[in-house]
């Protein structure tokens, strides 16, 4: 797994490097510098005609430092800084005394109207939470509509570090090169879409451990090598070895979402699926996937007395539990979804109408004795939070951490890039692409997630490492499909194929 962090750790780790660890923040500085120009160099770029553009705080410092750089390496570079001299932090003052001994020109608030070929932004940084406006925003204007390559230092101007908000406007960059950690704000939409291509650089950062606090949750991304976290698989074993899921899906008409969560659970690896559903997806079932076992109740279930004997069989017979894709909602599928939270120990995933209900009764989800998972979108995650989508999606990191936290569950938010929290720390997953935004996409995921958890895997890797599967799943897919046309029965083959790198991994490390 890959550690990402957010603002305020960020300055804590530099703030340790600094004053602990004896590190002046100038020799800080200078290696940034020198990661930045490394990877103009890799890139390529054309640097005949360069414009650095800083700010006053260290950002504009390392921006000063890149320039004097390139100067030596007989690069034609013109300096701009934004701002007031006397507002320089005191870093950025020293860069600009050096880049003055050595007679570099550097020009206050004027960008000269030239071509420029490869343009610097080392305007704001990390620190960034107010709107940017004035000469400021004229800037960024002008870097956005310039031809050049445009290169970020540490984080595009205008970009916040903690949520990938734009602040007001903000620089739309080819490359960013940022330092130590990938800072959250690179990753989350819109920010992610603003960064171009990211390179994290170590520039001597003191990496400690503990790299969060009480206020600061740890937030990290896993890498195809985690998959290794999974339990593993025995030579000699049998289906009952990999677990039985339960997967309660499926109503009149929607036969659909029971088969492709049953198919990708058997895809993910379970040895065996149950599937609790009305009897008009008998047959249908039967026919898409002969390998699940049925169990059926009458599809007109308001007319039917509610005795739910037959899933206390069911659940004292699974090992974990899947619900919600095509369940429906009424009366019957309201009592199913409290007995579920209320009358078992075992692990559950809940997705799609199981959350619907949930959001109309709060309520079932108190005392509850197992570990759950929800899996909301983001239009079920304001009904469950009494936010509006809007705000969901602009905080979605805290409010999944905040709304996990309150209730004592797992959450996976489901958006570009999906939040899975447990109210303790993070994961950010990068995997997927917009191939996968089509129907029946959210019913593979639980199908997966059910399956691990089936397979004895603790709740955070089954939900995290779940939804990561699910996003390389798309990713395989789209390797052979265009992402326009990509259907969710694609990401089962596409499971398929990701297991058999798994496996190949697996075979590496012995």
Not at 124 to 131: A, E, K, V, Y
Not at 352 to 370: C, G, M, R, V, Y
Request: glycine share 8%; aromatic share 6%.
């Amino acid at each position: 797994m890959r550690y990402l962090v957010n603002r305020a750790v960020m300055q804590d780790l530099d703030k340790n490097t600094i004053e602990k660890m004896n590190m002046p923040g100038a020799v800080l500085m200078e290696r940034a510098a020198l990661a930045v120009v490394e990877e103009l160099s890799r890139e390529g770029l054309d640097l005949s005609q360069v414009l650095v553009i800083c700010g006053t705080g260290n950002n504009g410092g390392d921006g000063l430092a890149v320039a004097r750089l390139l100067h030596f390496q007989k690069v034609t570079v013109t300096v701009v800084i934004l701002g007031k001299e006397e507002k320089m932090s005191a870093l950025t003052k020293l860069q600009l005394s050096i880049l003055n001994q050595y007679s570099i020109p550097v020009l206050f608030n004027n960008i000269p109207e030239k071509e420029y070929t490869t343009i610097i932004d080392a305007v704001f940084g990390i620190g960034l939470s107010r709107n940017i406006t004035g000469e400021y925003e004229k800037a960024v204007t002008y870097m956005n509509q310039s031809p050049a390559y445009t290169v970020a230092v540490d984080i595009p101007s205008g970009i916040d570090a903690d949520t990938g908000k734009i602040h007001h406007i903000a620089v739309k960059a080819d490359m960013t090169v940022t330092f130590a950690y990938g800072k959250v704000g690179l990753y989350l939409f819109p920010g992610a879409s603003y960064a171009g291509k990211l390179l994290v650089k170590d520039i001597g950062i003191y990496q400690r451990e503990d790299i969060c606090d009480r206020n600061n949750p740890l937030i990290f991304t896993y890498e195809l090598q985690d998959l290794l976290l999974l339990k593993k698989r025995r030579e000699n074993s049998h289906k009952g070895t990999y677990g039985r899921l339960l997967l309660i899906a499926g109503s009149e008409n929607m036969s659909g979402a029971a088969f492709l969560s049953a198919s990708s659970a058997y895809r993910s690896g379970v040895g065996l699926v149950k599937i609790l559903t009305a009897d008009t997806n008998r047959q249908i079932l039967q026919s898409l996937i002969p390998e699940a076992v049925l169990e059926t109740y009458p599809a007109n279930e308001e007319t039917v007395q509610i005795d739910l004997a037959f899933l206390e069989r069911a659940m004292n017979w699974c090992d974990a539990i899947a619900i919600g894709p095509g369940l429906g909602i009424s009366r019957f599928t309201t009592a199913i979804v409290e007995k579920v939270l209320q009358r078992t120990d075992k692990p559950v995933v809940m997705d799609a109408d199981a959350l619907t209900i949930l959001a109309k009764n709060p309520e079932f989800l108190q005392n509850h004795k197992q570990p759950v998972i929800l899996t909301p979108h983001l239009g079920e995650m304001a009904r469950l939070t009494g936010e509006n989508t809007d705000t969901v999606k602009d905080g979605i990191m805290d409010i999944t951490f905040q709304f996990a936290k309150k209730n004592g569950i797992l959450c996976v938010c489901k958006d570009s890039h999906s939040i899975v929290s447990d109210g303790n720390k993070v994961c950010l997953n990068l995997s997927g692409n917009h191939g996968m935004a089509t129907a029946g996409s959210g019913d593979v995921l639980t199908g997966i997630i059910g399956a691990l958890l089936a397979q004895g895997n603790d709740p955070f890797p089954a939900a995290g490492l779940g939804t990561f599967i699910h996003g390389l799943a798309g990713d395989e897919a789209a390797k052979t499909n265009a992402k326009t046309s990509m259907m969710a029965r694609d990401l089962l083959t596409g499971i398929n194929k990701l297991m058999i790198t798994k496996e190949a991994l697996k075979d590496e490390t012995v």
